[in-house]
């Protein structure tokens, strides 16, 4: 541990947006009780948590013994007659929201193997191969992204597109690592990884915190006139006949994110809530509870509609424990080890939602009711790193249009094996991200971005689903909801 | 559920059965022709304007506005998005500004305003104290934009922009009100924001295009940005005003100074990180079968110290080449443990380094360099490592089918020696295209184990416990500057690659884009690299030499323009 001493911000802190505005209603429970303020959004949200390298199969599904087959190639078995623990993973922290969960099993993606980050949030794999984390994918559009950009999922511009969230941790050398994004935009031909934000103490006094008001001058007005005067200079700078096109675009690029700010900045004035008891600890646990509680309080009072949480497991000495090592291996050994890096995170999972569910929104459901969380992973089984067989687990019913309280299973019943003896195939994984988008409300227009229908690498892959073996009865599924989680 | 493949694993799932080699880097593929490293006429670069990279602002501002205030910074700094690291394009590496970015500056912007009135070291050292006054004359205002603005802007500011800037400050109702709006547009200026490249004369370059030489000011740029990851410091820009950046030996002179301050020791260090991959090291399992008596706790890390003690020793005091880093047996190890796996004694600072057996020369069997991934030596990875960091090989990762293909058809593997393992499951084609040549690397680095100790037999792990002991055969024949190559042992694939033309060629890229954060793109670019290489081969170049050339160089003065 280090010496920075625990800092404690103030509890009742007024929120401010990116324009400093104060605002005055309080959200949480511990300031209003469980209910949320009448005029708080009710809108849905989509949340995407992810964790590393992959589960052990054994330690992750539940016991589909007297699952029901609810449609072809789909077996449904209720979470609430599971007797004791769903599995060594989603354990009894989960025992209070069994009905609010959902677990999938069988959701391919037929990539190249090795850490695709990107994948589960885009379905589609580094162009550079698996291991270049940092290269584009080929499908370089991530649903969060997406959402952050469609016209129909805000309406009116928001404080934060999107919240992502990825604390910062403490290396083997004592350095600070920052977090890692999942998420991905393209615009202009430009692709880029979106950033994180990685320390709760800054993002509360970006978001949440601020200062009492003051006799000086206008903080906003202020911005919008620097902000004026530096597009002004970037402009004179963009006619210079000795930059080239590309560089002209840089410019533009920035000159437009600055014309944004200059809309959120008067958008966010209309905004009110107050912020959550964040305390700054080098302490695993607490670090995580920090970003938690800023996600749920950033989505409960619409601060945002979309939220991204990375977690990996810490030692209780702060430093990270990787357990990439072990994610290879095989055996009880292995699986053990495996279960218990992933039972911390679980842990943080299930407190989120359990965070999301305690508030309740205008409309009688709680904040998680109207959510949608997707926990994922960028790979299926460890061993094989490559993207078969994803572990999902989803929570939240997105107003009623994702079924939950069940685990199902997408693997095929005729044995569909492709090329792999120990697997046996499902669905596209692309399906659940389609599934998601339209339980928030957007209809393919919005996110067929690439050169054809679809989403991710089933665009560009779709030669291999139709490869046979049964399989290619999904090769044309491009706009298809996962059948029984999908209630319409 | 798959039968246990462990050891498979670790490689297989990990690296590539389908590779390019790149066509414009002819000695990348063993098939190095001397004639293609001369360069009489390469005409100069493009180089793509970028914005500063995290780092490289996080410097600027600490250098423009002192560590005090700067400290103050860290909130509104602190959501700055990081970058990636690695090797890549500008818009892999640096890709655009998002809204993230933008709204982190106009805070710290804001922030910096108040940050200098509470820690106004940075506006007294240089005479601009009245501008916090409560009512600053016109000789303080104009002396406050042009003096802090040339820091700013890393360049002076013409009479226009000096007008402009004063009158921005005036209109503000009052002068504090002023200096915090100056302060907010200039922390979000393009000119603080972006490496512009603009000024200076027009001319041709060697193949006749518009080329433009630089101004002295975007030279020094150049060379801070290169060995500090900052902004010029007021010598630099004193030595630019005085026309010393004019030709190379004023340069030189710049760079070699600069060399010796701390923050270039950190960029050289944090190269040999980067060339490494010492950040993706993995850990060391508490496994007494595994360990043999060793104890887990500390030892990665006090691995790490040793290779990184190395890399300095071989820089700065040892002035080594090239050839000297990769294939001496010097080590350098604090920690008890550690100096046990090189079988020396524990080294202090300050005295002479103990020497290791001939087992192990050279900066590529360090422990710390060579550390497995748990029980196994994870030799595809190593092969893997030293193909693309070590030699420049280009490679894509492996379809997951054809992997899971190729695991069903082989079958149980894992008490077999490692390289009967791969041998199996790549021989045959796609997989042997790429395997041909990273398979040869993996198998001579055999005789160490996966904490890097030097072994004679291979002892196979399953579910944590010995199963199996297999001699081993690290015996290879590999391709290098486009011989065949016999070696047959990590010590001499060493050698090897220490003396080959292509191990110097492919140092000389990774130095290239550690410090310019992009991939050489242009023959200008390939041009420059190679006549690095030829200082190193040819002219016993040192390692610092081979920075200094880097960016001591014809083509530090000019950029491409667009036609």
């Not at chain 1, 191969?129 to 290269?135: A, D, K, L, N, T």
């Not at chain 1, 994180?196 to 206008?218: C, H, I, K, L, T």
């Not at chain 2, 100069?44 to 304007?49: G, S």
């Not at chain 2, 002295?216 to 060995?227: D, E, G, I, K, W």
């Amino acid at each position: 541990m280090t010496d920075r001493p625990e800092r404690r911000l103030a509890r009742r802190a007024f929120l401010r947006g990116a324009g400093g505005f104060a605002l005055a209603i309080p959200f949480l429970p511990s300031l209003l009780g469980s209910r949320v303020a009448a005029d708080a959004s009710t809108s849905r949200r989509f949340v995407g948590v992810f964790s590393l390298n992959g589960q052990f199969e054994a330690n992750w599904h539940p016991d589909m013994t007297g699952a029901s087959r609810v449609a072809p190639n789909t077996l449904s078995r209720s979470l609430t007659d599971i007797e004791g623990p769903i599995s060594n993973v989603i354990g009894s922290q989960f025992d209070g929201l069994r009905d609010k969960i959902t677990l999938l099993r069988g959701l391919d993606g037929l990539t190249e193997t090795g850490h695709n980050r990107c994948f589960p949030l885009t379905a589609s794999t580094h162009t550079e191969g698996g291991m270049e984390r940092g290269s584009a994918p080929f499908f370089p559009y991530s649903v969060d992204a997406v959402l952050e950009h469609a016209p129909s999922f805000y309406t009116t511009p928001p404080v934060l597109g999107a919240m992502r969230l990825s604390p910062m941790l403490r290396r083997y050398d004592g350095e600070l690592r920052a977090g890692e994004s999942f998420s991905w935009w393209t615009e202009d031909g430009v692709t880029t990884r979106l950033p994180v934000q990685s320390d709760a103490e800054v993002v509360f006094r970006q978001v949440f915190a601020g200062s009492e008001p003051s006799d000086g001058p206008d903080p906003n007005a202020r911005r919008q006139l620097v902000i004026d005067r530096v597009k002004d200079d970037l402009d004179r700078l963009r006619t210079n006949p000795r930059l080239g096109s590309q560089d002209r675009e840089r410019l533009s690029n920035y000159a437009d994110h600055l014309r944004d700010l200059q809309t959120r900045l008067s958008a966010a004035g209309s905004i009110t809530c107050t912020g959550p008891d964040v305390t700054y600890v080098e302490d695993a646990e607490a670090m995580y509870t920090n970003h938690i509680d800023l996600l749920v309080a950033a989505l409960a009072c619409g601060i945002t509609r979309v939220g991204t949480l990375f977690i990996k497991h810490v030692r209780a000495d702060g430093e990270e424990a990787g357990f990439h090592s072990n994610s290879h291996l095989r055996g009880p050994d292995a699986e053990r080890t495996s279960a218990s890096h992933n039972a911390f995170i679980a842990t943080r999972v299930a407190e989120l939602l359990s965070k999301m569910d305690a508030l309740v929104e205008p409309d009688g459901n709680t904040l998680l009711d109207n959510s949608l969380v997707l926990w994922g992973n960028e790979l299926g089984d460890g061993g094989s790193h490559g993207q078969l067989d994803m572990p999902m687990l989803l929570a939240g019913s997105a107003c009623g249009h994702i079924r939950t309280g069940v685990a199902l299973d997408y693997r095929s019943e005729e044995g569909v094996t492709w090329t792999t003896g120990g697997t046996r195939l499902g669905r596209p994984y692309s399906m659940l991200l389609t599934t998601a988008m339209a339980a928030m409300g957007l209809s393919h227009h919005e996110w067929e971005l690439g050169d054809g229908p679809g989403f991710g690498d089933h665009q560009k892959l779709g030669h291999r689903y139709a490869k046979g073996g049964g399989w290619d009865r999904y090769a044309d599924a491009h706009r298809e909801m996962l059948p029984h989680l999908w209630m319409g | 559920m798959r039968p246990a493949r462990a050891t498979l694993l670790l490689s297989i799932a990990l690296t590539a059965c389908v590779g390019t080699v790149s066509e414009d880097r002819p000695w990348r593929d063993g098939d190095l022709d001397v004639d293609t490293l001369r360069c009489d006429a390469p005409g100069a670069a493009p180089t793509p304007l970028r914005r500063l990279t995290r780092r490289e602002l996080a410097h600027t501002l600490r250098d423009l506005l002192g560590e005090a205030a700067f400290g103050e910074l860290s909130l509104e700094f602190g959501v700055f998005p990081p970058d990636e690291v690695g090797a890549g394009s500008v818009d892999e590496l640096v890709p655009n500004h998002t809204a993230a970015h933008v709204e982190a500056m106009v805070s710290t912007g804001e922030r910096a305003a108040s940050a200098l009135r509470a820690h106004p070291e940075a506006l007294l050292s240089r005479g601009h104290g009245c501008i916090l006054d409560a009512a600053p004359d016109d000789a303080c205002a104009r002396a406050f934009i042009e003096g802090f603005g040339r820091r700013v802007f890393r360049r002076p500011l013409s009479e226009d922009e000096i007008a402009d800037q004063l009158a921005f400050y005036r209109d503000a109702p009052d002068p504090a009100e002023g200096f915090t709006r100056v302060m907010m547009r200039w922390l979000s200026s393009p000119q603080l924001l972006f490496h512009v490249e603009v000024d200076g004369d027009e001319t041709e370059d060697a193949t006749g295009a518009p080329a433009l030489r630089l101004s002295p000011y975007a030279v020094a740029n150049r060379v801070s940005y290169m060995l500090t990851g900052s902004m010029p410091d007021d010598a630099m820009l004193d030595a630019a005003a005085r026309g010393e950046l004019d030709t190379l030996e004023g340069v030189e002179a710049q760079v070699r100074r600069l060399l010796e301050t701390p923050e270039a020791r950190k960029t050289v260090r944090g190269f040999f990180e980067a060339w490494l991959a010492l950040d993706e090291t993995s850990g060391v399992p508490e496994d007494p079968a595994l360990l043999d008596g060793l104890m887990a706790a500390g030892l990665r890390d006090a691995m790490l110290a040793e290779t990184l003690t190395y890399v300095d020793q071989m820089v700065w005091e040892e002035g080594a080449d090239y050839r000297t880093l990769m294939s001496s047996t010097a080590a350098y190890p604090e920690d008890a443990q550690v100096a046990g796996i090189y079988g020396v004694e524990p080294w202090r600072p300050g005295l002479p380094a103990p020497l290791a057996g001939p087992e192990r020369p050279g900066l590529l069997l360090r422990p710390g360099v060579l550390l497995g991934e748990a029980h196994s030596t994870a030799p595809i990875m190593r092969g893997v490592f030293m193909l693309r960091q070590v030699l420049c090989g280009e490679l894509a990762a492996p379809p997951t089918d054809i992997v899971n293909s190729r695991l069903d058809e082989v079958g149980e593997l894992r008490t077999q020696p490692a390289r009967a393992q791969i041998e199996t499951l790549t021989g045959e084609q796609p997989c042997s295209t790429c395997h041909s040549r990273i398979n040869p690397l993996a198998f001579a680095l055999e005789d160490f184990d996966a904490l890097g100790r030097h072994r004679a037999l291979e002892r196979v792990f399953v579910d944590g416990e010995v199963v199996a002991e297999h001699p081993l055969d690290t015996a290879v024949e590999l391709e290098l500057d486009g011989a065949t190559v016999s070696v047959d042992s990590g010590a001499a694939l060493a050698h090897a690659i220490a003396n080959s033309e292509v191990g110097h060629a492919c140092f000389a890229e990774r130095v290239f884009e550690h410090t310019r954060i992009r991939r050489p793109a242009s023959a200008a670019d390939h041009c420059l690299n190679r006549r690095v290489t030829r200082a190193m081969l040819d002219d016993g170049a040192s390692l610092l030499d081979a920075f200094v050339v880097n960016v001591a160089n014809d083509a530090l003065f000019t950029r491409r323009l667009e036609d």
